[in-house]
């Protein structure tokens, strides 16, 4: 998303509602990610927070459960937080409306996640 933001002058930021701060990428997501080019592995986590959320212009979140809790928490910035597959082409998986959360899955599951959000990714790049 970095990546194809970037040539509109857009800034991505990714942060999580519950990880700690400076966790690097797992190995299966750097592994998946390089068979694509992109090289994750200096990718680091951070929290989210309010100033975080106050900054954005749009939020973009993995479940329904990450927007009942940042709507009901920030209810400020409500307005401006959506479930990221609310644009996926596809609609049919028993995930839908969901990204679902690969960690400790096998690599498989990692590239369904990866090809997935690539496919969310192209479609929100679209309406850049």
Known sequence: MRKMAADKGIEVVSAGTAGLPG?????????VMGEEGIDISAHRSQPLDGFLLEEADQVY???????RFITSWFKSIANKVRLVREVDTVKDDDTYPNVPDPLGSSVDEYRKIRDML?????ELHKGL
């Open 118 to 122: 690539k496919r969310v990714i192209t």
């Open 61 to 67: 979140v993995m479940t329904d459960v990450h927007l």
């Open 23 to 31: 966790f690097p990428a797992s190995q299966e997501a750097i592994a």
